[in-house]
């Protein structure tokens, strides 16, 4: 298949999206990030505009371990890489790997790595600056 479609309508969002900043404050290790709903806020009208989409074609489990807290909870570490397709409207596509690991004591940590591997997919897809 060809991959004209997809690459110039990933150019095309590049040259409309705007920086990102990193906004959000993680304040148990003290760093700001931009969170993933600020990703997806910011690209999502370029994405419809330019007829692009992506999904998660494939999740492979690289490492899924117990973990304690301090206080002696149970709690989970996962490691998953991820195969993103990023599609266009004529049904050119290509597909990006990313890894997310997270950890967390509730139910949460599947969910996490995902959201993280997708929002690097989609940063360093489309290059998207941290400032103007």
């Given amino acids: 298949m060809n991959e004209a479609g997809i690459y110039k309508a990933i150019c095309n969002v590049m040259g409309d999206i705007s920086a990102i900043g990193k906004n959000q404050k993680n304040q148990a290790q003290r760093f700001n990030f931009r969170g993933i709903d600020d990703v997806y806020n910011s690209i999502h009208p370029l994405l419809k505009k330019h007829g692009v989409f992506s999904y998660c074609a494939k999740i492979e489990t690289i490492s899924r371990d117990e973990i304690k807290s301090k206080a ?58 941290t400032a103007d």
């Fill in 72 to 129: 002696g909870g149970t709690g989970w570490q996962i490691i998953n890489e991820y195969t993103y397709k990023f599609c266009a409207a004529d049904g050119s596509s290509f597909d990006v790997l990313a890894r997310g690991e997270a950890m967390d004591y509730g139910d949460k940590s599947s969910n996490k790595a995902a959201a993280i591997a997708h929002k690097y997919a989609i940063l360093q897809t489309f290059c998207i600056p």
